[in-house]
T-cell receptor
């Protein structure tokens, strides 16, 4: 069964460092998302990406964040200068079409720990 | 601000009982509704979705939707200890290129053997 894959599963970094989280969405999916979940809190929308551009971003997704799809398969989330409060689980998700039931398929997540 | 509200729980039920999980949402434009299960430290896993008023059954799970009341629920029959997890309600607005899901905080279900 096709799945969304994410790497790394866990990354520990120092405050102020740049991190890149990688995702490989399901191959025939067209819409891509990043969500995050701070420990004990809800799953929060960060950004959606379609047709090689951001279609929507949340208030959380400030100038420190960026996304790109460099090679038609990987979908990356970059945090330029990490802060302690960026510590969270980051989930990549994808969906096939816009006009379907809207089911998102989630990857297993990348846990980011900022020290 | 579009909100999805859930009781955080924990909801404790004995094994074999029916667990009832509830969710309300604020945006009347919401078109489809999802229940995800999330085990601790894991990613959300889709249980079922519903977009028409009424009931939808899938095995031991039944989703119920009442758009007039902006209410969606999930019933789990014959609850098992393996059902112990956090259940996330999510809603989706159709239209545009985003179609993002908005999640509630989740309800922690504990099924007691």
């Amino acid at each position: 069964e096709p799945e969304v894959t994410q790497t790394p599963s866990h990354q520990v970094t120092q405050m102020g460092q740049e991190v890149i989280l990688r995702c490989v969405p399901i191959s025939n999916h067209l819409y891509f998302y990043w969500y995050r979940q701070i420990l004990g809190q809800k799953v929060e929308f960060l950004v959606s990406f379609y047709n090689n551009e951001i279609s929507e971003k949340s208030e959380i997704f400030d100038d420190q964040f960026s996304v790109e799809r460099p090679d038609g398969s990987n979908f990356t989330l970059k945090i330029r200068s990490t802060k302690l409060e960026d510590s969270a689980m980051y989930f990549c998700a994808s969906r096939r079409l816009a006009a379907d039931t809207g089911e998102l398929f989630f990857g297993e997540g990348s846990r980011l720990t900022v020290l | 601000q579009k909100e999805v509200e859930q009781n955080s729980g924990p909801l404790s039920v004995p094994e074999g009982a029916i667990a009832s999980l509830n969710c309300t949402y604020s945006d009347r434009g919401s078109q489809s509704f999802f229940w995800y299960r999330q085990y601790s430290g894991k990613s959300p896993e889709l249980i079922m979705f519903i977009y028409s008023n009424g009931d939808k059954e899938d095995g031991r799970f039944t989703a119920q939707l009442n758009k007039a009341s902006q209410y969606v629920s999930l019933l789990i029959r014959d609850s098992q200890p393996s059902d112990s997890a956090t259940y996330l309600c999510a809603v989706n607005l159709w239209g545009g290129a985003t179609n993002k899901l908005i999640f509630g905080t989740g309800t922690l279900l504990a099924v007691q053997p």
